[in-house]
């Protein structure tokens, strides 16, 4: 009898079994639909979540190829063509100057950007075709005389260099008749590229570019190494780079100054063009006033090695100097 029922009281009785059903039913529909509502609750599916970061990241990528697509398309952009430089604006020019700044690999390829506007001819000859520059001290009709040849301060060359047809102004080199510190010291530079710079069009001299010029910057010397760069918007042209090489004391006890003036830079490709080689006399040298048929003489920036009282000039009669402060003639020159 005890040992039968002790073997009962191992058994479960069944109002315990139906307790134990239920509650395995009510586990069982709590993890069907409580736990993913939980789930959801705390930010949703994995598979949700991946599909929202990827719909995330293609609307990113969407923005950004549309950002990317403006950015080419305002690079791509180019200045419509025209059938010359007169026909353009200091905007268009600006542009264009830009745009082969930044492509051009060498000069042959700033030459045939140059072509395809018109700004040069298809041989890549130049056409002498001025633009007129109307600056609030007057106007100026300018050309261009050469591509991609002067040096922007990044080293880099720049697109266009122009020079005035005419006699813009006339001013003195200095106050005194005195080349101490050459171009670089001149009174002239410093109103070129104060003044004269600040009566440019906003919407041009902005794209002005300072280039490096060699110049005799000590004035009286016999040595080539007082030839030394400057930074410069506006300049007025050197011997060589109209003249090219010049020999004229080649012969005689004074043959360095055609050393230190053959040191000033290199011949402007119109120059060459037009055949001026080593003389003055050319017609296409002679500048005039305004309202003036008559050549007059203009500044070089070049001082007089020889002599501390002048400055290189240019004419119709033969001379290699003016005192430097007289007034003569002021032809200048800028790069875009």
Same mark, same amino acid.
């Given at each position: 009898?005890?040992?039968?029922?002790?073997?009962?009281?191992?058994? =479960?009785?069944?109002?315990?079994?139906?307790?134990?059903?239920?509650?395995?039913?009510?586990?069982?529909?709590?993890?069907?639909?409580? =736990?993913?509502?939980?789930?959801?609750?705390?930010?949703?599916?994995?598979?949700?979540?991946?599909?929202?970061?990827?719909?995330?990241?293609?609307?990113?990528?969407?923005?950004?190829?549309?950002?990317?697509?403006?950015?080419?398309?305002?690079?791509?952009?180019?200045?419509? &063509?025209?059938?010359?430089?007169?026909?353009?604006?200091?905007?268009?020019?600006?542009?264009?100057?830009?745009?082969?700044?930044?492509?051009?690999?060498?000069?042959?390829?700033?030459?045939?950007?140059?072509?395809?506007?018109?700004?040069?001819?298809?041989?890549?000859?130049?056409?002498?075709?001025?633009?007129?520059?109307?600056?609030?001290?007057? +106007?100026?009709?300018?050309?261009?005389?050469? &591509?991609?040849?002067?040096?922007?301060?990044?080293?880099?060359?720049?697109?266009?260099?122009?020079?005035?047809?005419?006699?813009?102004?006339?001013?003195?080199?200095?106050?005194?008749?005195?080349?101490?510190?050459?171009?670089?010291?001149?009174?002239?530079?410093?109103?070129?590229?104060?003044?004269?710079?600040?009566?440019?069009?906003?919407?041009?001299?902005?794209?002005?570019?300072? &280039?490096?010029?060699?110049?005799?910057?000590?004035?009286?010397?016999?040595?080539?190494?007082?030839?030394?760069?400057?930074?410069?918007? &506006?300049?007025?042209?050197?011997?060589?780079?109209?003249?090219?090489?010049?020999?004229? +004391?080649?012969?005689?006890?004074?043959?360095? =100054?055609?050393?230190?003036? +053959?040191?000033?830079?290199?011949?402007?490709?119109?120059?060459? !063009? !037009?055949?001026?080689?080593?003389?003055?006399?050319?017609?296409?040298?002679?500048?005039?006033?305004?309202?003036?048929?008559?050549?007059?003489?203009?500044?070089?920036?070049?001082?007089?090695?020889?002599?501390?009282?002048?400055?290189?000039?240019?004419?119709?009669?033969?001379? +290699?100097?003016?005192?430097?402060?007289?007034?003569?003639?002021?032809?200048?020159?800028?790069?875009?």
């Amino acid at each position: 009898m005890a040992q039968g029922a002790a073997s009962r009281s191992k058994g =479960i009785s069944p109002q315990v079994a139906t307790v134990a059903a239920v509650c395995a039913v009510l586990i069982i529909a709590v993890a069907v639909f409580a =736990i993913p509502r939980i789930i959801e609750a705390a930010g949703g599916s994995s598979s949700e979540t991946a599909s929202r970061q990827q719909a995330d990241q293609q609307a990113h990528q969407q923005s950004d190829g549309a950002q990317g697509s403006a950015t080419e398309n305002a690079v791509s952009q180019q200045v419509q &063509v025209k059938s010359g430089i007169s026909e353009y604006s200091w905007a268009d020019l600006s542009n264009i100057a830009a745009e082969i700044e930044r492509t051009a690999k060498n000069r042959d390829d700033a030459v045939r950007m140059a072509a395809s506007y018109n700004l040069v001819k298809p041989d890549g000859s130049f056409t002498g075709d001025t633009k007129t520059l109307q600056t609030s001290m007057g +106007n100026a009709d300018v050309f261009i005389v050469d &591509v991609f040849k002067d040096k922007g301060s990044s080293g880099r060359s720049v697109a266009f260099t122009f020079m005035t047809s005419g006699i813009f102004a006339e001013h003195p080199m200095n106050p005194t008749d005195s080349n101490s510190g050459g171009w670089k010291s001149s009174g002239m530079r410093a109103w070129l590229n104060g003044e004269v710079l600040q009566s440019f069009p906003d919407e041009m001299r902005s794209g002005v570019m300072a &280039v490096s010029k060699l110049s005799n910057n000590a004035g009286k010397t016999t040595s080539p190494a007082s030839v030394t760069e400057t930074q410069d918007s &506006v300049w007025l042209f050197s011997w060589v780079e109209c003249l090219g090489p010049i020999a004229w +004391n080649a012969r005689s006890n004074q043959s360095y =100054i055609d050393t230190v003036d +053959n040191k000033e830079g290199s011949q402007y490709a119109w120059f060459k !063009q !037009q055949g001026v080689a080593g003389e003055q006399g050319h017609a296409l040298l002679d500048r005039s006033v305004a309202g003036s048929s008559n050549p007059g003489v203009w500044w070089m920036r070049s001082s007089a090695p020889n002599v501390a009282t002048s400055f290189g000039d240019m004419g119709p009669e033969v001379d +290699n100097g003016g005192y430097a402060s007289t007034a003569e003639g002021v032809v200048f020159g800028f790069c875009l």
